[in-house]
Nanobody
Framework: VQLQASGGGLVQTGGSLRLSCAAS????????IVWFRQAPGKEREFVAA???????LYSEAVRGRFTISRDNAKNAVYLQMNSLKPEDTAVYSC??????????????????????WGQGTLVTVSS
């Protein structure tokens, strides 16, 4: 499966953005989709995940502000980001994990060599 993230941009503190992760080349509904982000000089960190059955997981840093959702008919996953903060500035990337992997924070929060990765999109939040 191939993934492409989009929707990033420049936004002021307190603003909103919606990122999209478009998939092709596979049976999209068979995959969990995970959003990661990487800020300059920092390690990649888990943001949110949605299972093939629409269960969701969030990091503590974004819980209550971000919402992940999926539309299997459009082969897409969305990340609605509200109340953005300067510390949310990062390159956001989406990854697909096969549905046979147990959907848990332990499994989804760590980048996996078995995941399919898409090109990231830059989100910049100005103060």
């Amino acid at each position: 499966v191939q993934l492409q993230a989009s929707g990033g941009g420049l936004v002021q503190t307190g603003g909103s953005l919606r990122l999209s992760c478009a998939a092709s080349g596979g049976t999209f509904s068979n995959y969990h989709i995970v959003w990661f982000r990487q800020a300059p000089g920092k390690e990649r960190e888990f943001v949110a995940a949605v299972s093939q059955f629409r269960r969701t997981l969030y990091s503590e840093a974004v819980r209550g502000r971000f919402t992940i959702s999926r539309d299997n008919a459009k082969n897409a996953v969305y990340l609605q980001m509200n109340s953005l903060k300067p510390e949310d500035t990062a390159v956001y990337s989406c990854a697909a994990r096969v549905g046979s992997v147990n959907f848990s924070m332990l499994n989804m929060a760590r980048p996996s060599p078995n995941a399919y990765w898409g090109q990231g999109t830059l989100v910049t939040v100005s103060s």
